[in-house]
């Protein structure tokens, strides 16, 4: 109930109206993109993926981003993240729909193949691209004092749209694949994307160009030298904001964490819980899994509010970073598929309810001519997060996924980001943390 009246609170924005549902649209295309490369590269009939051919995936879809996200992250501050949005839509459009037809044309070998991946790269690289400057765009959709508000309801949307993309990929990956055939339904998949990124596409013309910002300078072309600079400044500004710093880092942790949770999920989906010639089986195991993070990933929006209001933001992070920790305790000394799904779900609001938290903390702290850059700097640590975990997976795991000692770990390292949040409140101060609450504090 508190979720629906904050959200009625910032329905009367009409811009933030139409950024909530850019960003469910476009969320929900990138599932269903997602859920076809998982079938199509890992539980296709002739795959037997390991932890490093996980990490492999991980590196060729997330690398990228973080090794050019720092040259193009002062583009977010001179150009107009409206037509960011927009033109990263149109071009996932178009390579979705040809990934699409490589695949349902059989020509999947050579230089189609070089084709084929490369399109996948480029794809999922735009994304955290288009994402740092939805995030950036924000506080232009709001007022001041609603950051935190709006930032449990934005991010939130993300996981409810690849929640109803991923449930749809799946639905025609299974609905198709027995009369069409495997990699064919596949390539519907791919094409089920494109046409949801279109209808992303048609949201985002609703804009003015300039209605995201960025407010200052929009000039199109930069030097290599001013792209350092900027870079530079923007870091800079960012060390001089402690508690936004902090809280960046933090995110990369839990990421990573969540990150080997992941990886272990998929091998025991595909290694332990079902014999390895059935991955049919084993991504139904791993949709549920999903579905069940998922909704922990959307109950965190009416929660976070509701313990912000009563506990403050700081005690919320070190609440949420406990709950992660007792979740992956739970699973520790386990293999059971209920127990492990029922525990993810926990996990999946630590998470997702942790990352909340530091969305309102960025946006509260830094100012707005380093948004755009600090926001691609926090989706590069959320990538290199990822593929970090997916490496440390390769060697920390075993062939069927669930180590007890390698969760005990990953509990450990949850108990220990939480400690962090709390020296850092005593040695900065309480209140530094709160700032960006201040319309939950008025509403209570």
């Not at 506080?139 to 993300?158: F, K, R």
């Not at 027995?178 to 949801?196: E, K, Q």
Request: net charge positive; proline share 3%; with cysteine.
């Amino acid at each position: 109930m508190e979720l629906l009246g904050a959200l009625k609170r910032l329905w009367r924005h009409a811009a933030f109206r139409r950024l909530l549902i850019l960003r469910t649209l476009s969320q929900a295309a990138d599932g269903t993109l997602q859920v076809g490369m998982a079938s199509y590269i890992l539980f296709s009939p002739q795959s037997q993926p390991n932890a490093w051919a996980i990490a492999g995936v991980l590196a060729l879809t997330l690398l990228p981003f973080t090794v050019i996200g720092p040259f193009v992250s002062p583009l977010l501050d001179r150009w107009s993240r409206r037509n960011v949005a927009l033109y990263s839509d149109v071009t996932r459009a178009f390579l979705a729909a040809t990934i699409g037809v490589i695949i349902f044309s059989g020509a999947t070998t050579g230089a189609w193949a070089v084709v084929l991946f490369g399109a996948l790269l480029v794809a999922m690289s735009i994304n955290r691209f288009m994402l740092a400057g939805l995030s950036a765009g924000l506080q232009h959709t709001v007022d001041e004092e609603e950051y935190l508000t709006a930032s449990s309801i934005l991010p939130t949307v993300g996981p409810i749209g690849v929640v109803i993309g991923g449930a749809a990929g799946f639905a025609a990956r299974f609905g198709l694949g027995d009369l069409i055939g495997a990699n064919r339904a596949d390539a519907v998949v791919f094409g089920l994307s494109a046409a949801m990124f279109v209808g992303s596409v048609l949201m985002c013309r609703g804009f003015a160009p300039h209605a995201l910002g960025p407010t200052g300078s929009t000039d199109v072309v930069a030097s290599a030298r001013a792209v350092a600079a900027g870079l530079g400044e923007a870091a800079r500004h960012l060390r001089t904001r402690s508690v936004a710093l902090l809280a960046l880092l933090l995110m990369a942790l839990t990421r990573l964490l969540f990150g080997l949770l992941s990886v272990a999920v998929i091998l025991a989906a595909r290694h332990l819980w079902h014999p390895s010639d059935q991955p049919e089986l084993a991504l139904a195991d791993l949709t549920v899994w999903g579905l069940a993070t998922g909704a922990g990933f959307i109950l965190s929006a009416p929660v976070v509010p509701f313990m912000v209001r009563r506990m403050g933001l700081r005690r919320t992070c070190v609440a949420l970073l406990v709950l992660g920790s007792v979740a992956t305790l739970g699973m520790a000394f386990t293999s059971s598929k209920p127990v492990i799904v029922a525990m993810s779900f926990f996990i999946g609001l630590s998470v997702q309810g942790f990352k909340i938290c530091v969305d309102t903390i960025v946006q509260s702290h830094v100012d707005e001519q380093f948004k755009g850059r600090v926001f691609t700097f926090y989706d590069m640590g959320f990538n290199a997060a990822f593929v970090a975990a997916g490496v440390l997976a390769a060697f920390a795991l075993p062939t069927t996924g669930l180590s007890a000692v390698a969760f005990v770990c990953v509990a450990v390292a949850y108990a220990l980001c939480a400690v962090w949040i709390i020296a850092a409140g005593a040695r900065l101060g309480h209140a530094t943390f709160e700032r960006g609450t201040e319309d939950l504090t008025r509403a209570s």
